[in-house]
Structure formats: structure tokens, C-alpha cells
């Protein structure tokens, strides 16, 4: 990584620019198969860690069946839960608590959808914003200081956290995008940075006497009253407002990216900064803009994890893993606004049914195992075609026995 | 310096004004700092400093210090030598490494009497111990910026520290409490490490994936995968699978060396991974500008189509060498569980892959520099909790805010100098 040399004066469009291109530009088959070689790999690793299977492998010459059948229940057993937890609960009494739970997936995607139509937005304009955590954090902490420290009618006072989230977060971006612009300094190193900066200051701010610092003897902040959270859509299912506001962001960035004169700047620098320059477009604005258009975004996400997602005192860990994981729902979407949604949606399921995976006693942490995979297995399909039996350069490898 | 690659022209031009004012502007900066903080800011207390440790042999005399005036003095120091980088800085001289440190020094022992005399609970400050626990805060980031120095240096940039140092951690612990070996859970370490790196290097090299996006998503796959592993095996059966107590290297404090004020405890009080640390980073400097290996090394990351036409095979040796990377960052982790004899826990190296990152940077891409950058952030860290434990005014979480703070000024090129391998990052396609 060039920490100085700045891309967008460069010559050519940097290899990381290829690269993303290559990423958002790969069919959707690459995408299916992805995210089967992932599960099944999650299943090989429940399989060897089930107690079950592991009693009864070793005892395999005996009665290898016994094996299978432990292999078998080990890993329905775990999907069975998940699916479960994320999309239809098939023991509830009624098909409307059943599909409660894809409400709670509904509700669990909106952070990932929102943070990653910010980091998808970086992504189409040649950035790389991987300050989702310290911008999270950012709105996170000024938003719920606008619930619990104003006094707001209902429906205004989530507006208000969110546009004052969403500043903050900007500003973050911004920093990060006017660095890069003038000095050159390289965005991913300025935003993983400024991840433990936000995060640092957020604890200093829930600190005893800190600006943040609730009532309790824990580093929480004050509850944030009923007026600032985002109201349920539905009575009895977990899904908010915040749902929609996804929504209408998406409609937005799509809007933005595919139809808007800016977007077409943007776009046009991510592809080709020097055309781009030579074209008359200010490749340091457009920088700037973009890393504070997807800092304001990831911001509203993280108002949305303070006051539509959790909904009590948070503390310094109210990120949860989104800015990281909202990387790879915009790379699973192709960083297109509505791919961003359907991935987002996906990620949301993960997320709901990894809870039911805890509870019937499996460790949900293979959930971001198969995430992390879903996304190494899309960023090559060269190793996709080769896994097929195919070489990176087109030949068949069975040429070479 | 970073137009110099892209406009031959103004070469010249920049370079004098960008050695010229950077240093006195960002020295000024910290003096009038000081003179705010030590003069304006005072306390009439007297602040302590321990040097010894009670059990040393050689015992020093702990010295007491009036914080407003030495602090006053301190100051008016730094804006002297402010003053001298001024006049370098107008007779167009470049301003020497030993002043920067000795301004460095000076603004630390101010700061330091500074926040001990300021302190609510107790104005003796443990120099001795806040020295000791520095290296041991270090060792990983200099195992960490080991990797990240030689890998970048080869031309591949390693996000992926923070992953190999986790799950070094997590296979020191596993391996070593299995076997009841620390050695064995020394190669384990080495080679969990190694496996990241493969990863890394298959992707990025063989595959041509943006090395970032791979660096970020090894992270969060092995924070994942170790995360799974501590709770499907870990939990259930600590003796069996998690406990490095009985099986971590011991302390050996070297004899004579160990007894030195100040210095002894602080290096010659280790383990072996500690001391390995050491001898790594003295190593790597001397095979990195000293050998056929390190010039190979340096070329590939520099100007790989020139490496390729003498027949350095380009990608071969990107590879090997992020994977002796990912061996010593690997090592680096072991220091967590077997180098302390603590348990695995979830998450446990808690970011330090990026300090260890912010060090390379921080330390120009040399691994005596990025050790010291890392001895630095060790430092900043213990002094943190140091401070926080004696009722200073500083919050502690500022202390662990700066490397944080001067990787962002220094990559932004306000601090140092910081141009990394012309090819690193990218990869070497052959035509």
C-alpha cells in the first residue's frame, strides 16, 4: 500500500481499483457457489467439534454408521436451530410467531445494510473505508447523546439523533478523506486508526464523570427515553422504523450512484482518477465527498444500533462486529445499492440465527466463520474455477496427471 | 517526497521546503504544549521517581523533584532547542536525529514529572517498574511489526498481524497445554502463524486479491475460527486443551546484566520469547541490509520488473517471505498465552496486529526503528495505566490513544518521513 504516493494522481487506475472492479463485477453464480463451499466447510467444523461425534468416531471401525448418524444430527441439529432463529420458527404454535423470527432478521440487517451502502459507496469512488467501527461509534455516541440529553417530542427525536449521528460520522470520514486528498496519506491506514481513536475517546467519554456516563456502577450510558427510539412497525415483532429508513437509504444511494451527476463523478474516479482529472472533475473533492457521504451513512447505522437495535444503556461495544462485517456485506453485494440490500438481508439471517444456534447449545462464532469465507471464496474466482479443476490461466488441471 | 515519484520536476523545490520547516513547526507545536502543561498547568508538588525495584541488588536513591520548577526548566529547554531547529531550519540544514530524541527525552521526563506532581493519590512515580512492564507490553508488537516490516518490505502488505499474532496465541495455548511442552507450543504458534500467512500470500500473490480486503477478512476468519474453537473445545475442558500455566516459559533474568538499574529489569528479566525478540529484530536488520537474502528481499518490494530481469523470481520470494513473516508474528502470539502463562481468551491480542501495524509505519519500514516505534507504544500503554493508577490528571485512554495519534500524523507526513516500498501493495504480474 502507497501510505504516501497519492492513487488519484497516479498514472493509471491503482491495482486496488482492478481489483475492487473485479470483485463487483463478478457474475452471480461465483456468488451461490461461495456461499455453499462456505456452509459446507461450517459443517465440516461443527461436525469435528460435536462431543456427540467425537464419542462415536471413535468406536468408527466398529460401527462407522453410528459415525454418520452423529455427523448427520450434529450438523442438522445446528442448521435446524439457525434456521429457526433467522427465517421461520416451525415449532411456534401460529404461522405469526413463526415468521417472527424473519422479522428479527429484518430488524438485525438494518445496521449492515445502512453501514454497508456507506463502505459500498467508498468502494465505487476507488476509497476504501474500513473506519466502519470508529464511525459507528461516532453515532452511536452522539446520537444516543442527543436522545438522552434533549428532550424531543416523539418521531422528531430519533430524526434529530439521526442527522446529529450522521454528522458525526461524516466527520470522521471526512478527516480521513481530506488526508488522503492533500497529503496523500493512505485511507485505510487513517481509518484503522481512527477506529481506536473513536473507540478510545468513546471509552474516556463513559468514564466516572464522563459526558456519556449513565447512573450505574458499569461504563454503560444513561437509558435513552421512549421518545428517542425508533418505533416497532409492527406490535410484537422486533422490526423498526429503522427497516424502512434501510430502505430509503438504498432507494437514495442508488439514486446517487446510478443517476446523480456526483454519482457519475464518483464512479468515473473509481475507475479511472487520472481520465477523471483530465475530464475536469476535482478527484480531491470528489475524495473528500465520498468519504464523508460514507461516514455519514455508517454514522446513521450506528444511531440505528443505539436506538433501534439495542434500545438500553450501551457501552464502548455497541459496534457488535457491524462495521467489520458491513465490509463484507458490501463486497457479497457487489457495493451495488440493491446487491447491498439482498446481502445485507442475508447477513441479517446470519446474525438472528446465530442467536438460536447459541441457545441450542452450538457456538454461533461459526457463523462469522462462514461470513469471513463467503467473502475470501467471492474476492477469487480464480480459486472457485480451480477448486472445479480448472488452472487460473484456463487449463484443465487434470492435463497435468 | 510523495510528488517526487509522480513529478520529476518540482523535485528539488519540494525537497527544500519540506525539510526545512516540517521539524521546528511540529517541535514548536510541543513546546508551547509544554510550556502550557509544565509551567501554565503546575503543581507545587514534589514528584517522586523509584528507580530501583525494592528486591534490586544495586539500589538507587529514589529522586525527588519539584514539579513547577523542574517543569519550568524542562520547558524553557524545549523552546531553546525550538530555537536551535528554527536557525537549522533558516540556513536550510536538515535538523539532526539525536536532537529530535534528546527533545523527545526531555519532553518525557516533563511529562512525567509533570503528571506525578499533578497526581491526586500518590506522587511516587515506579520508573522501574513502568520500564519492566514496557518490553513485556512490547514483545508481540515487535514480533507483529517484525512481520509486517519484512513482508512490505518483499512488496505485501500485512493487515493480517493482528490475525497471525491471535491465532499464534491460539495455537501456543492448544498445543502446549495438549503436549505439556512450551516448545512444542512454540513451533505451533510459528506454524498457525505461518498458515495465516499462506492464506494471505496464496490470495494476494498467486490469485492477485486486493491484499487489504484479504488482510481484513483473514482477521475477522480467524477471529471467527479461534472464537468457535474457544468454545466448542476450550471451555468444556480447560485442562485438557487451555491451560498454558503449566506449560509457559519461566523467567530468566540474566546474571550481572540483569542487575544494571533501569535497563536490567527491563531487558534482562525474560523469557526466551522475550529475548528471542531481540536477537529477531537484530537479525532481520543485519540479513535485511546485509545479505543476498535481504537485498533480494528489498528489491522484489522496490522494483520487482528489474528483481525479475536478473532472475529474482518475484513472486516466489514475496511468498516464502510473507510466510517467514507470518512465523514470527505467530511467535509474537505465543507471548500472549505461553510467554505468561496466561489462559486463551477470546479476542485476547485486543488490536495490537494494528499498533504493530502503526509501528512499521511510525518506524519507516525498518525493523530497528519499528522495534523502537513499538518499544515506544509499549511504553505510551504502560504509562497509561501507570498514570491512571496514581490519580493523574491524564486520562489513561489518552496514552493508549497516541500511536494511534502519530501513525496518522506520520502517514500524513507531518511526523517523520514516511515513504513506504515503491511496489508495495501491489502485485507483480508478470507480462
Redesign the interface.
Known sequence: ??????VI???QPS??NA??QR?LNGNWLVGIVAVVLSILVGSV?IAV?D?GVQAAAGYFFARPLDTIAAIWESIAGAYAAFFRGGIFDYRAATFAEGIESFAESLHRSTPLIIAALGIGLTFRAGL?N?GGRGQILFGAAFGGWIAFGTDLPYVIHPIVAVLVGAVAGAFLGAVAGA?KAF????E???T??????AL??L??AL?PGGPLRGQGSSPLTPPPPESSLFPFLFPGYSVTAGFLLAIALTAGVWWLLERSSLGFKLRAVGENPAAARTAGIDTKAITIIAMALSGALVGIAGVELALGETRRPFGSSIDNGVG??A??VA?LGRSRAWGMLAAGILFGIFRAGAVQMRIAGY?D?????V???I??FL??P??IRELWGVR?DGRRKAAKA | MSTDLVNPMTTSIQRVRLVSWKAPIGYAVIAALSLLLFVGLASDGVATFVLTEADAAIQLAPVDVGARAFGTIVAVLLVLLTGVAFVLATRRRPVPVWLTLVFGLLFVVGFLTWAAGAATQTNTLQVAGLLAGTFGVAVPLIYGSLAGVIGERAGVVNIAIEGQLLFGAFGAALVATMTGSPWAGLVAAAVAGVLVAFVLAAFSIRYFVDQIITGVVLNLLVAGLTSFFYSALMTGNPDQFNDPRLAQFSRFPIPGLSEIPLLGPMFFEQTLIGYLAIVAVLVTWFALYRTKWGLRLRSVGEHPTAADTVGINVNRTRFWNVALGGAIAGIGGASYTIGTGVAFGENMTGGAGYIALAAVIFGQWDPLKAALAALLFGFTSNLGSQLSLIGSPVPSVFMLMLPYVVTVLAVAGLVGRSRPPAADGQPYIKS
Open positions: 500500500m502507497s501510505a504516501v504516493p497519492p494522481d497516479a498514472g491495482r486496488m481489483a475492487l470483485i467444523l467439534t462431543s476504501f474500513i488526508l497529503t496523500g496519506a493512505h485505510v491506514i487513517v484503522i486508526m481512527l477506529n481506536f481513536i478510545n475517546l471509552v474516556w468514564n467489520f462485517e465490509i463484507t463486497l457456538s462464532d461459526i457463523v462469522t466463520v461470513q469471513a469465507l467473502v475470501l474476492a477469487a480464480p480459486l487460473p
